[in-house]
């Protein structure tokens, strides 16, 4: 069973910088593409950014110069860096595995950027 863990969430002022952070265990394929997505109150859920296993990366524009996905060299851990934080990028930060058998997704990180 693969399960995602996210952690690196938390309270920043606006302009800083957070490092998220997702380690997926069990069988994730050599082919994937893993991804961050962010929920915030009232609103519906929203991609983020995304990196395939072949190392291409999809980004939102919100997060276009801003914000940064990449792997760890185990290909099983993705990070989202996030510098220059908005108000606005307040929200639950979702991790995302698809995988031929399927999207799994992580618990969610609350990121909290105040004004």
């Known amino acids: 069973q693969v399960q995602l863990v996210e952690s690196g969430g938390g309270l920043v002022q606006a302009g800083g910088s957070l490092r998220l952070s997702c380690v997926a265990s069990?069988?994730?394929?050599?082919?994937?593409?893993m991804g961050w997505y962010r929920q915030a109150p009232g609103k519906e859920r929203e991609l983020v950014a995304t990196?395939?296993?072949?190392?291409?990366?999809n980004y939102a524009d919100s997060a276009k110069g801003r914000f940064t996905i990449s792997r760890g060299n185990a290909k099983n851990t993705v990070y989202l860096q996030m510098n220059s934080l908005k108000p606005e990028d307040t929200a639950v930060y979702y991790c995302?595995?698809?995988?031929?058998?399927?999207?799994?997704w992580g618990q969610g990180t609350q990121v909290t950027v105040s004004s």
């Open positions: 069990g069988n994730i394929f050599s082919i994937n593409i």
């Open positions: 995302r595995l698809l995988i031929p058998t399927g999207a799994v």
């Open positions: 990196i395939s296993s072949g190392d291409s990366t």
